[in-house]
């Protein structure tokens, strides 16, 4: 199977290069794990930040200053100034192709206020904008012909014999077979990695970071591992999401004695801190919007409502939602330079997977839709022009990924591992962090990855081993848990999302 420009990955960025892609001449194909509308650019649910031209009290240089702000010095000023002059063109675009923002009286594009913004900046549509974002690029995918394959596994990386990325192994989970995509240029668009903190994370159970496991193990490198967002407000017991929205649109924080006790939009990693002292007190926390009535919540927040109905068991109109902070977006990921592309020839890299350094120690709310659109457009841009440069090469030898796993034996169960791991990294490496928590939870990852090869696949099924593609995540957690682990030990200081208790 060959195309010039193969995207691994149909979620919001994927599909973004992928039009992009097709638009400048290349022929694409998308694989994908999930299917297109399952992804997790559908949870993004608060806004997409830009500064509008009938803007009167924001400024491009206001968003540009919240950015960096937010990212605690670890951002890149020129990536950032180009992703804030970016925004309005990319809100411009989806709105011409047919995403439905919430409007104004007046007929403009509706905005509102996320955490650690100074003015209303975040476009909406309602509270389900990743939702209806996805929802329109995927539509616009299959207009322009875009061929999009499902319940593909990414298993590994090609390269010719200069070491030139050529392809993807990928595993067809409907046939049990393994196949080979070959291409001029790759994008790798697979998504964070907050899901290796198991249960105590917003995100769907296939943001495993595989796409940078497998990116790492080819010689990419990776940056800023460490830093970690947790979302101050994810239900008590579930760990949904409940989006900055309910607090943008005036939503309180409120402690078990009913008092309210912080800045609700402050930006995230303090207000989580905040939320984990109260906790350690003994107190319990609540999301209370109640006071907007329930005319309101209906109508500007109607999935918050029935997310705590459904899974808490409240509703917000009467009562109080119970919450806590939960891995939510993961700031580090695979290096990219301003034309997307790593540091392995021919690899390119977009969305939350990427590190173009915009986000830096802690993302500003709003700016992860803003990303998507923008770097997967130069993704898919770069991708297309690099493309036209090469002729179509054939991968040197590889060791086929499966040959390995089928040498494992059954005698520990991976997934009472996989739960123990979650748990410890949400002790050990989260919202505050110990130094001699962190080495323990490296000698813990360290005896889990020497334990690998006696956790095996207990189904025997060619077709649909879902058993198989669990084991296969597993090891890509457990590669970049040893990675986030790492990187949280070497920076000594608190920065961000990052917070060093010495």
């Known amino acids: 199977m060959k195309s010039d420009v193969l995207i691994i990955g149909a979620g919001g960025a994927g599909l973004v290069a992928a039009l992009h892609a097709k638009e400048a001449g290349a022929d694409v194909k998308v694989v994908t794990k999930e299917y297109p509308t399952r992804s997790q650019t559908c949870m993004a649910q608060g806004g997409m930040n830009a500064v509008l031209p009938n803007s009167e009290k924001d400024s491009i240089e206001a968003h540009i200053a919240n950015t960096l702000k937010s990212a605690q010095g670890e951002a890149d000023e020129e990536a950032v100034r180009f992703m804030c002059t970016q925004a309005p063109n990319a809100i411009a675009w989806l709105d011409s192709i047919g995403v439905c923002f919430s409007r104004t009286p007046e007929g403009d594009i509706a905005q509102r206020t996320l955490g650690g913004a100074s003015a209303p900046r975040a476009c909406y549509a309602q509270d389900y904008t990743g939702l209806k974002i996805l929802h329109t690029l995927y539509d616009q995918c299959l207009k322009m012909g875009i061929e999009i394959e499902s319940e593909k596994i990414f298993l590994s990386l090609l390269k010719d014999a200069k070491g030139t990325v050529c392809g993807a192994e990928i595993l067809d989970l409907k046939s049990g077979e393994v196949q080979r995509y070959l291409a001029k240029a790759i994008v790798i668009a697979t998504g964070g990695y907050s899901r290796i903190y198991g249960a105590n994370s917003t995100n769907s159970t296939a943001s495993t970071g595989d796409g940078i496991a497998i990116a790492q193990r080819a010689g990419a490198k990776l940056i800023d591992m460490e830093f970690v967002q947790f979302h101050p407000t994810g239900l008590k017991n579930s760990s949904i999401l409940i989006s900055e929205s309910a607090r943008g649109e005036g939503g309180y924080l409120l402690n078990s004695k009913g008092e309210r006790f912080t800045d609700e939009l402050q930006p ?66 695979i290096g990219v330079d301003h034309t997307s592309q790593t540091t392995l020839q021919g690899l390119f890299a977009c969305g939350e997977c990427a590190n173009h350094r915009i986000h830096g120690a802690n993302r500003l709310g709003g700016n992860s839709l803003l990303e998507i659109v923008v770097f997967g457009k130069e993704a898919g841009i770069n991708a297309a022009k690099y493309a036209k440069t090469q002729s179509a090469k054939l991968p040197a030898e590889h060791q086929a990924t499966l040959a390995s796993l089928k040498k494992h034996t059954n005698r520990i169960d991976f997934y009472e591992k996989r739960e123990f791991l979650g748990n410890m990294l949400y002790k050990k490496l989260g919202i505050v962090r110990k130094k001699a928590e962190l080495l323990e939870l490296d000698l813990l990852i360290e005896k889990l990855q020497e334990e690998f090869p006696l956790m095996g696949v207990r189904d025997s099924a060619k077709i649909y081993n879902t058993n198989l593609k669990e084991l296969l995540e597993f090891k890509n957690m457990l590669d970049v848990s040893q990675s986030v682990v790492k990187s949280a030990l070497l920076r000594e200081v608190s920065c961000g999302a990052h917070y060093r208790v010495e």
């Open 268 to 333: 995230r990693d303090a207000l989580s801190r905040e939320i984990y002292a109260q906790i350690e007190k003994g107190e319990e926390i609540f999301l209370d919007i109640r006071h907007l009535g329930e005319e309101f919540i209906d109508k500007e927040l109607p999935q918050e409502r029935k997310l705590a109905k459904l899974y808490e068991n409240v509703d917000p109109v009467h009562e109080l939602m119970p919450i806590r902070p939960v891995a939510h977006y993961t700031m580090g990921g």
